[in-house]
């Protein structure tokens, strides 16, 4: 039931972060403030999927 997303930077478009959600409680997308690496600050990081 859990499925595997990827974070996206909204800044860069660059995928950072990997994690899992239950669709079934969330089916929304998933938005988290995280480090971006190559931004090199806190931007919000929305979901994606895994190619």
């Known amino acids: 039931m859990r499925d595997l997303i990827s974070l996206c930077c909204e800044v860069c478009k660059r995928r950072n972060y990997t994690t899992d959600k239950n669709k079934k409680n969330k089916p929304e997308k998933m ?21």
């Open 31 to 51: 938005a988290l403030k995280k480090f971006c690496s190559a931004c090199r600050k806190h931007t919000l990081h929305k979901e994606g999927k895994i190619k």
